[in-house]
């Protein structure tokens, strides 16, 4: 079992910057898929980013591509998504979620593991 907690979430002014964190107990990550998702009101909850366990490569969603950088602290079994240029859209609850498969794993009915969730709330 992993449990997940999302930390750093906020009001942030349109243009600024965010680092959300996803702290992870009950086993190690370094052998999991993270990923960060996100669901705004009356929407579905979609793919951000993800960072495979194997060969440490990163995926994005074309919305944030350029602007969102996931990392993963191994040391602190932590892994990150810090997101510049917030514009509203950006506006949702960020999920962190955890999976045993390898690659680029975008639904997430694939995941097995997921936090609470993180309100992130940017203004224009």
């Known amino acids: 079992q992993v449990q997940l907690a999302e930390s750093g979430g906020g009001l942030v002014q349109a243009g600024g910057s965010l680092r959300l964190s996803c702290a992870a107990s009950g086993r190690t990550i370094s052998s999991y898929t993270m990923g960060w998702f996100r669901q705004a009101p009356g929407k579905e909850r979609e793919f951000v980013a993800s960072?495979?366990?194997?060969?440490?490569?990163?995926y994005y969603a074309d919305s944030v591509k350029g602007r969102f950088t996931i990392s993963r602290a191994n040391a602190r079994n932590t892994v990150d998504l810090q997101m510049n240029s917030l514009a509203p859209e950006d506006t949702a609850v960020y999920y962190c979620a955890a999976t045993t498969k390898p690659g680029l794993v975008r639904g997430r009915f694939e995941y097995d593991y997921w936090g609470q969730g993180a309100q992130v709330t940017v203004s224009s």
């Open positions: 960072r495979s366990w194997i060969g440490a490569v990163t």
